[in-house]
Nanobody, 116 residues
Framework: QVQLVESGGGLVQPGGSLRLSCAASGFTFGRFAMSWYRQAPGKERELVARITSAGGNTNYADSVKGRFTISRDNAKNTVYLQMNSLKPEDTAVYYC?????????WGQGTQVTVSS
């Protein structure tokens, strides 16, 4: 069955860094674009970053440009989100997403809390 398992979340101080990972299984990872979304309490889920299937193109929400980097390792079926210079407003549950023309899969999410 399809699985997307996020890890790497936690509590970090403002200005700190975290690296999220999403391990995929049950589908052909290299044929899917991968994204990270986040949802803060009381807010809608929003796209944070997206990377194409071969990793050649990325795009980011304006709020994270220059601070976050999405990458993928198709040999390991894993996508990453390196988050630097974290701010309290980055606090949210972060979700991994896989999509192609036909299918769309979601992980269960990992909590990121930025607080002193």
């Amino acid at each position: 069955q399809v699985q997307l398992v996020e890890s790497g979340g936690g509590l970090v101080q403002p200005g700190g860094s975290l690296r999220l990972s999403c391990a995929a299984s049950g589908f052909t990872f290299g044929r899917f674009a991968m994204s990270w979304y986040r949802q803060a309490p009381g807010k809608e889920r929003e796209l944070v970053a997206r990377i194409t299937s071969a990793g050649g193109n990325t795009n980011y929400a304006d709020s994270v440009k220059g601070r976050f980097t999405i990458s993928r390792d198709n040999a390991k079926n894993t996508v990453y989100l390196q988050m630097n210079s974290l701010k309290p407003e980055d606090t949210a549950v972060y979700y991994c997403n896989a999509d192609n023309y036909y299918f769309n899969y979601w992980g269960q999410g990992t909590q990121v809390t930025v607080s002193s």
